[in-house]
């Protein structure tokens, strides 16, 4: 959850998803009041009070969108092994991994 806070504080967006590992009502609050951000996690099955089921399926589909995004970026683009000496060389190497992937999904490139 620190890991997650540092993270959505240092590079904001307005909507953020999580899993369930990240299901934090205090965090939630403090995104939203300091950086108008929006935390959205799947329920818990063991919750008390859970969102509507139409809910669920929307945020089921959406992180099964980001989910094969990170297992083609770490399969065919190896994304995990990226090995840089400073931070802005890592941040080039995704860079560049991220235009390679955009431009193949748009069909610009062929893979």
Same mark, same amino acid.
Request: charged share 25%; hydrophobic share 40%; aromatic share 10%.
């Given at each position: 959850? =620190?890991?997650?806070?540092?993270?959505?504080? /240092?590079?904001? $967006? *307005?909507?953020?998803? +999580?899993? =369930? #590992?990240?299901?934090? $009502?205090? &965090?939630?609050?403090?995104?939203?009041?300091? $950086? /108008?951000?929006?935390?959205?996690?799947? @329920?818990?099955?063991? /919750?008390?009070?859970? *969102?509507?089921?139409?809910?669920?399926?929307?945020?089921? =589909?959406?992180? =099964?969108?980001?989910?094969?995004?990170? @297992?083609? %970026?770490?399969? /065919?683009?190896?994304?995990?092994?990226?090995?840089?000496? @400073?931070?802005? #060389?890592?941040?080039?190497?995704?860079? +560049?991994?991220? &235009?390679?992937? @955009? %431009?193949?999904? &748009? #069909? %610009?490139?062929?893979?």
């Amino acid at each position: 959850v =620190k890991a997650a806070e540092t993270v959505m504080t /240092q590079i904001p $967006h *307005p909507y953020n998803f +999580g899993d =369930k #590992g990240y299901i934090s $009502h205090a &965090l939630r609050e403090k995104l939203y009041e300091e $950086h /108008q951000a929006a935390f959205w996690t799947p @329920s818990r099955h063991n /919750q008390k009070h859970g *969102p509507s089921k139409a809910w669920e399926e929307w945020i089921r =589909k959406k992180r =099964k969108v980001i989910e094969t995004v990170f @297992s083609i %970026l770490v399969d /065919q683009y190896r994304i995990t092994d990226i090995r840089a000496n @400073s931070i802005a #060389g890592f941040e080039v190497a995704l860079d +560049g991994i991220l &235009l390679a992937y @955009s %431009l193949v999904t &748009l #069909g %610009l490139v062929e893979r």
